[in-house]
């Protein structure tokens, strides 16, 4: 948490859950700040990750799973963002933009738990949005509440390039979802969480994620698989 | 709700309760936005009352009760914001900032029920700001929820001039509370919900507000009273 | 409550509601009855109100606000339902037939809230449908959760002779609501309650209505006024 | 509330619902002390309604409506108090003993909602009891929730003289409820909730409560019309 | 799901929970549908697995858990339903009758929580009923809420032949709970859920059960060990 | 539970969680008792955990978690309880005293979940305090509400040994949490839940405690690692 005191209230319980997104030789790393007013999506930049500013807060309480696009769209900023959720209401997933990173305005709809039947509560943004050459591949998460607690799981949509808020096709089903023990058992279980994925040059998708609350697996898979399930 | 594709899923179940701002010789309405994917604020702006168009929406989901500043602050659009407060949860009076009206940020906790003790569960703007030489004078709403139901309740704030964040002081009670057979009895008893507020030239303000959800009544009271109790 | 050992667990805390419906020379009354297990809808018949005999129970429990239609349609006995809606959940109405009024089966959705803007929560039979040349006319009552609790209104819709299931068509809006005093204030304020409708030989619709669980009320109109607004 | 910092944590939001006994020439008052921990029933003492001590708390947290004998019974102070029904759960009434109004023990149930049909969620003390040479006559609030908030009305119970954990009878009905505008309309609507009673010479008892959390009322009654309906 | 405009808007999220009871050389399959408006039990025909045939919807909505008894009783099929237990709702075990399979009437409850320590919320059927020379051998499951989410486990009991709406006795205990790493870690741990059983010549009980919602499991036992902890 | 028609009904349906402090050559036995109005706190005694006699109820309903220091301390047996934490409000650790172990007084807060950034939820006493040179050394479990239910974890606390409402100082992170399998799987997961504790002569602790429900474990640390975490 921050001693700046505009941005202190708000980290007060600490901040997390960070994505890393590169735009124009910078790092900008969005993250979910905690405090006793909410959660809201932070935004800030290191260069070398050892000196960190922060930049904003993007949304307003009661919003988190934000992620930021690896370029200008059209010359805003596009972030992905999920503004409600919270108290078990539903949550859907949201597009918003910005001239500076500062001011965010003309959100609009993206994803909604209605049109995914594996997941009945809530979605959010998984990892920063890949550019691929048909669109951009953009990872989420979805959560279904059972008799015994929530499941987190994973699924897939390709975006347009350059109308990011329009989707192209998502996979018909979840593509990630606990199956390891080490998945199933910990502090929370049943949860896969990724928050970061890396493109190899031959196309492996190289998927970080927290798995039950407790530890960080790693899952891979290729691009052009998930490309094929969303198309 | 509206035609436009961008605007109608926001504004599909209607929209309610209008407060409107003059900014540099037009009336700025702000509004609150019902649709299937949640409650959002909504700035629309019109001359004559029978043109109007819309401007954008200056919040998220999940987000109602925003008022506008009468001027620009510091070359700012200032907005006043009640993010959260949905689902029973607490909802607390936020402050944004805009250049253009359309994107906003900068956004930060300007009241808390935690310093209102007749305010148990949410508070929401009342009517926009009022310009007076001490500062911005400010109504809202708390509300309390008792084994019958929630009571609305009025109460006001000075808001420094430059840095309207700064709050100078609060009326130590609530100001305005359902009292009258038409403020306890309607389809929502209880409530009485100010949206509008007029000052005279004699500092008499007329205070417009919505009584049990089932008519809309008028207070008076006297600029300077209000002020004094603020101080 | 009954003495009668197969009847007496599920009516211990009492019937009410009930609704009665002539069929054949004799009187069919509905009515919820009320135990240690849920709610189900009973069927008694009488032919003086002095002599009262228990015929079945039409529901599983879970179910009430059940009333009869006043002839055999296609040869089965036909039933409006409401199984569901306890514990704030949401509350369809529905038909069921039976060829005896003890088997019941063939049950279907009639109208659902999600169809109904004025009532978000839940629906039930309000009078036993009444016969005119233009369909069945039927009045049912809407549910809509407000801050300070529940507002109970009335609408009506008109359903095909021979095909009951299928509605013809539905008054825009309520058509009863709570307005007096009497109606607004009492053990549970808001509420219109209707169990029985006379038609007179003008066309005069005479409505008995319980308000506020306090009392009963009379309202009147016409029918060929209710008609038209289900067309 | 308190200064004193053993008192001051558990009364710092306020102390309610004062009930008065005299015992040996002082006056008793038991109260709700009201703070972030919860709510407890203090007991304070004055001879002359000027100078106030404060003698303990007799309960833990999450109880309250706490009244106390006017005399020792078998050597013991004796209280009725209401642990429990915080949050919506059922709260039954109980009562309990102390050789020294500091340390309170054997406590054991009294009455509880399974058996009074008109209070289906929680009990509790409404006016100290009355010795009457039939035993003591002590009345209690009972709440029932309905789809519009919870209706609070008022029975009887007649417990052994020396033997107070024993009832003897209680009135089959309740004898007291929200029936006047001013039970029925204000802050909460339907609650009478009395905290004193008074017997005249003549029988006579005239009770004050409070009505809709707004105002205080008084109701009279003839002791030997509530005796007999307790028998 | 269906594509008959009957059934289709009930099994529109799909269909779950098959159990199969010959009777009368037909194999007849009842099933919980899944829809928008709710589950009810439906029930289908098959001779060979490969053409099915749609009989009807047994029960009306927020009912599941239907078994159908293998033969006629006193002119009747006889099934075990589950009305209620939605929404964290007790939920008890009921039976009922019908001459068609088609209209179904005089139900009447069967086993409640009220008496099975071990399940504190609600029942359900587990396998058709097993005809012995003792009686109607019947599994069901009960459901305990921890604080960590529902354990699902199993008991039996013992049903007159003719009069099966009488129980004849219970396992004191529950016979069959999770206990194996496969039970415990999935989709919703702590899961055993049997729909089949099958009784070999030599009295061994072979039951299939879904654990976790992730796999299906074997369990044995011989008929006689389950009948004499009944009696 | 017992057969006393005192004892009875508060232990209707079991006592669980047995706490033993040996004071002045005999063993006192703190007990959670359940029944259907509640869950308090019993007090036993037996010399040779062959004969036991009961002492009392030291709390009424509401209430659990009660464990007794080994001697007096000012002249009054002290006893730490946990008034309230049902039905999900937050629970926290207070003190009570006794003159004579039946009636008990002076209670106050001694930990509160307000100050234990790793409890959201509720704490309760774990183990009777041990005497230390440096202060009573009590340890506590705390409960955080994840999204797929609750973990239990334990700390450890200093407190004053004259003066035991002081705490000296508390670990500063949790001490004992689920790890290993047979912690995390089992009816309830995630729970570690210690209700004894022996010092032997090397200061060595062995404390045992209940994981997930289902099973009892040993664990090892040394009394000075945890007191230099206190201080």
Known sequence: SSRDPY??????????????????????ITYTAYGPYGVRTGIGRTKDFKQFERISFATDVDSKD????????????????RPGGMAGRRGDIWISYSP?????????LLLTSEDIRWSTEKL??????????????????????TPSGRIYRVGAALLELEHPHV???????????????YERIGDVPNVVF??????????????YYGVADTAIALATTHIDDIIKLCI
């Open 66 to 81: 934000g992620v930021l696009f690896p370029k200008k769209i059209a010359g805003s900023y596009v972030m992905i963002i």
């Open 167 to 181: 989707v192209i096709g998502r996979t018909p089903h979840f593509i990630l979802a606990p199956e390891e023990n």
């Open 100 to 108: 500076d990173m500062i001011h965010w305005g003309k959100s609009r």
């Open 194 to 207: 990724p928050c970061g994925a890396v493109v190899e040059k031959n196309g492996t998708i190289r998927m």
């Open 7 to 28: 941005y202190e209230p708000y980290e007060r319980y600490g901040v997390e859950d960070p994505r890393i997104t590169p735009i124009d030789g910078a790092y900008y």
């Open 124 to 145: 959010g943004a998984a990892t920063p949005p890949l550019l691929t050459e048909y669109g951009w591949l953009f990872f989420y998460h979805g959560v279904r509440t």
